[in-house]
């Protein structure tokens, strides 16, 4: 079964600190993972879209990583920002028709003044 | 280019009522996702269309929910009768082709709310 796993479920944390996030899945065949932002309210939207072939991506001061050996992928953010809270979602992409997507649960960053 | 639309954006049914959803996809987009997100939960595949077909519908419940995608309109996700169970937010996506390698961004619509009372 395909599954995607995500840790923590939440975290506070200080405004200018960094912070990872971490995912863990078990989708195969594994065509592409991406991390999402969702802020409260809203649909999610894309931070970074990684393949097989790629170990790390950066968007602004997202960074994230994939380990396709050991499936792993994790999502770092460097001098948070309060705008950056938010729930981060790790989606996991099979190879087969329609491009089906596995959502991890999230996890809810909360970034204190 | 306007971003996928849905509406309602907030829906409140009481039970046994019927709730319709609508999705309209960014322009050159004709494959549509309907994804749902329970409180507190991920989101959830529901059922892939492109247009005037139903390509995936495993993640839909057999019963009450329906699902189309006609030649011209929205996509609408229509829920029959519905109980408490199915209050949740739902999702729609939208993406210009279906590949299973890739990126193939899929672009979210705000969501509806539905609230069964």
């Known amino acids: 079964k395909n599954q995607v796993e995500q840790s923590p479920q939440s975290l506070i944390i200080l405004e200018g600190k960094n912070c990872t996030l971490q995912?863990?899945?078990?989708?195969?065949?594994?065509?592409?993972l991406r991390w999402y932002k969702q802020d409260t309210g809203r649909g999610p939207v894309s931070l970074t879209i990684?393949?097989?072939?790629?170990n790390t991506k950066s968007n602004g001061r997202y960074t994230a990583t994939l380990d396709a050996d050991t499936k792993q992928s994790s999502l770092h953010i460097t001098a948070s920002q309060l705008s950056d809270s938010a729930s981060y979602i790790c989606v996991v992409s099979a190879r087969a028709a329609g491009n089906k997507l596995t959502f991890g649960g999230g996890t809810r960053v909360l970034v204190k003044p | 280019n306007a971003g996928v639309m849905q509406n309602p954006r907030h829906l409140v049914r009481r039970r046994g009522q019927e709730a319709r959803l609508r999705c309209s996809p960014m322009?050159?987009?004709?494959?549509v996702y309907w994804y749902r997100q329970l409180p507190e939960e991920g989101l959830k595949f529901m059922v892939y269309l492109q247009k005037e077909n139903i390509i995936d519908e495993s993640g839909m419940p057999k019963e009450r929910f329906s699902a189309e995608f006609p030649k011209e309109g929205p996509s609408i996700l229509r829920i029959q009768q519905v109980v408490r169970g199915d209050s949740a937010a739902y999702f729609c996506?939208?993406?210009?082709?279906?590949?299973?390698?890739?990126?193939?961004?899929?672009?979210f619509g705000p969501g509806t709310r539905l609230t069964v009372l």
């Open positions: 990684m393949t097989f072939s790629e």
């Open positions: 996506a939208s993406s210009p082709r279906a590949s299973g390698d890739g990126y193939n961004e899929q672009f």
């Open positions: 322009k050159g987009h004709s494959h």
């Open positions: 995912c863990n899945y078990t989708v195969s065949p594994f065509s592409n």
